[in-house]
């Protein structure tokens, strides 16, 4: 009696803790790997002139395979899919680590289109457990910021002072997707393993259902998030070559880079107060504003300082654009959609990173420097964050009633 009393009050800190865990496995997969596929890139072989090219195609690959895994999310199981990405995953992360330029680029082809999958999977899945509650979902996002940050600190240490050298990054993500991929696989059930899983939070159709109806708003909704993470991406492209251009050491570009995650903990912390007071459409054009201060104090800096400064404004607004949209597009869509939902989202944000790759990349060769580029996208930023403000998905979209 006294166990079935308490079974209400603990089920909730169980369901969040395990999704805390996945996103501190999905977070941790990527800082093995992410931040230094650049460099492993050059190591094997490619020309540098090549590596934006590289991540253009990346960004394609991300943005037509996050919606099929998304379809297949819906229709197989969200839990079996995801356990089959990583598994990919694993084979191509593992591949990374050999340090030939045809098995690179093999592998990069095949990670791009694994790890395309993660985040809107392990998001769908998040969501719909945490009953599409937002402020629960800002706590156990933290988790992939924290296991990013710890990851990449260890894996770079790994790269000095380990003989794995730089087989680290390759070696270290394809182990941890083998290990997430086998705790999502435990998580399976005997249902799920034959029919897969159709957890959903509960939303009334809304986005998806209200296609033929909703064009231009949804099209405007969309169109904002991709000039919004369009602007958010270039300070992750650029920050980089940024504090190079002001005389910053290796240490500083490396400051700059991680400052953003570090600020992401406390923004994810206070967002359930921050949307209680200012509901998500109006902290949604903070976050905006917030990134487009970024930008522009990172293009205009004297000194490294300020851009490490500025890359702390980044993180705090990241953290409230990302959260309010996901959570606006995922309630606005029918619940036997939330993965296609939350794979539309997550390809805004690939289209963000395509527009900077292919306008971003001439003008820096046509200029010679960096700061044209964060100052273009960091005006683009907040005046794509009213865009979709203006067209913010509600639940009432599927009788047109905005």
Same mark, same amino acid.
Not at 88 to 105: R, T
Not at 155 to 166: C, D, Q, Y
Not at 306 to 313: E, P
């Given at each position: 009696?006294?166990?079935?009393?308490?079974?209400?009050?603990?089920?909730?800190?169980?369901?969040?803790?395990?999704?805390?865990?996945?996103?501190?496995?999905?977070?941790?997969?990527?800082?093995?790997?992410?931040?230094?596929?650049?460099?492993? /890139?050059? %190591?094997? =072989?490619?020309?540098?002139?090549?590596? &934006?090219?590289?991540? $253009? +195609?990346? !960004?394609?690959?991300? *943005?037509?395979?996050?919606?099929?895994?998304?379809?297949?999310?819906?229709?197989?199981?969200?839990?079996?899919?995801?356990?089959?990405?990583?598994?990919?995953?694993?084979?191509?992360?593992?591949?990374?680590?050999?340090?030939?330029?045809?098995?690179?680029?093999?592998?990069?082809?095949?990670?791009?289109?694994?790890?395309?999958?993660?985040?809107?999977?392990?998001?769908?899945?998040?969501?719909?457990?945490?009953?599409?509650?937002?402020?629960?979902?800002?706590?156990?996002?933290?988790?992939?910021?924290?296991?990013?940050?710890?990851?990449?600190?260890?894996?770079?240490?790994?790269?000095?002072?380990?003989?794995?050298?730089?087989?680290?990054?390759?070696?270290?993500?394809?182990?941890?997707?083998?290990?997430?991929?086998?705790?999502? /696989?435990? %998580?399976? =059930?005997?249902?799920?393993?034959?029919? &897969?899983?159709?957890? $959903? +939070?509960? !939303?009334?159709?809304? *986005?998806?259902?209200?296609?033929?109806?909703?064009?231009?708003?949804?099209?405007?909704?969309?169109?904002?998030?991709?000039?919004?993470?369009?602007?958010?991406?270039?300070?992750?492209?650029?920050?980089?070559?940024?504090?190079?251009?002001?005389?910053?050491?290796?240490?500083?570009?490396?400051?700059?880079?991680?400052?953003?995650?570090?600020?992401?903990?406390?923004?994810?912390?206070?967002?359930?107060?921050?949307?209680?007071?200012?509901?998500?459409?109006?902290?949604?054009?903070?976050?905006?504003?917030?990134?487009?201060?970024?930008?522009?104090?990172?293009?205009?800096?004297?000194?490294?300082?300020?851009?490490?400064?500025?890359?702390?404004?980044?993180?705090?607004?990241?953290?409230?654009?990302?959260?309010?949209?996901?959570?606006?597009?995922?309630?606005?869509?029918?619940?036997?959609?939330?993965?296609?939902?939350?794979?539309?989202?997550? !390809?805004?944000?690939?289209?963000?990173?395509?527009?900077?790759?292919?306008?971003?990349?001439?003008?820096?060769?046509?200029?010679?420097?960096?700061?044209?580029?964060?100052?273009?996208?960091?005006?683009?930023?907040?005046?794509?964050?009213?865009?979709?403000?203006?067209?913010?998905?509600?639940?009432?979209?599927?009788?047109?009633?905005?």
């Amino acid at each position: 009696m006294g166990l079935d009393n308490h079974r209400p009050v603990l089920e909730p800190h169980r369901v969040t803790l395990r999704l805390f865990l996945l996103m501190v496995a999905r977070g941790s997969t990527f800082g093995a790997l992410s931040p230094y596929v650049t460099v492993l /890139a050059i %190591r094997a =072989g490619l020309p540098v002139a090549l590596v &934006g090219p590289l991540s $253009a +195609a990346s !960004a394609i690959i991300t *943005l037509i395979m996050a919606q099929a895994w998304g379809g297949f999310g819906d229709r197989l199981g969200r839990r079996r899919v995801l356990v089959v990405a990583y598994l990919v995953g694993a084979s191509a992360a593992a591949s990374l680590a050999v340090g030939m330029l045809p098995v690179f680029l093999v592998g990069y082809v095949v990670w791009s289109i694994a790890s395309s999958a993660y985040i809107p999977l392990v998001d769908s899945i998040s969501l719909a457990r945490l009953g599409g509650s937002r402020s629960r979902f800002a706590r156990v996002r933290a988790g992939a910021t924290s296991g990013w940050i710890v990851t990449t600190i260890a894996v770079g240490a790994a790269i000095s002072l380990t003989g794995a050298g730089w087989a680290a990054p390759g070696a270290v993500a394809a182990v941890l997707a083998v290990i997430t991929a086998g705790s999502v /696989a435990f %998580r399976l =059930g005997r249902s799920e393993l034959r029919t &897969g899983t159709g957890v $959903a +939070a509960g !939303a009334p159709g809304g *986005l998806w259902s209200g296609v033929r109806a909703q064009v231009r708003r949804q099209g405007l909704f969309l169109g904002g998030l991709v000039i919004v993470f369009g602007g958010a991406n270039a300070p992750g492209i650029f920050t980089g070559p940024r504090v190079a251009e002001l005389g910053g050491s290796g240490w500083e570009i490396g400051l700059a880079t991680a400052a953003s995650s570090i600020s992401e903990l406390p923004a994810y912390v206070l967002l359930p107060l921050m949307l209680t007071r200012l509901g998500g459409r109006r902290l949604f054009l903070l976050g905006g504003c917030l990134l487009g201060l970024s930008g522009l104090l990172s293009a205009v800096a004297p000194n490294p300082t300020l851009v490490i400064v500025a890359r702390l404004l980044f993180g705090a607004g990241f953290a409230w654009v990302v959260v309010p949209s996901l959570g606006a597009i995922a309630g606005a869509a029918a619940p036997s959609r939330q993965a296609a939902a939350t794979s539309l989202h997550f !390809a805004t944000s690939a289209a963000g990173s395509l527009v900077v790759a292919i306008a971003g990349l001439p003008l820096v060769g046509l200029t010679g420097s960096v700061s044209l580029v964060l100052a273009v996208a960091a005006i683009g930023t907040p005046v794509g964050a009213l865009v979709a403000a203006q067209a913010w998905p509600v639940r009432e979209m599927r009788t047109g009633r905005a």
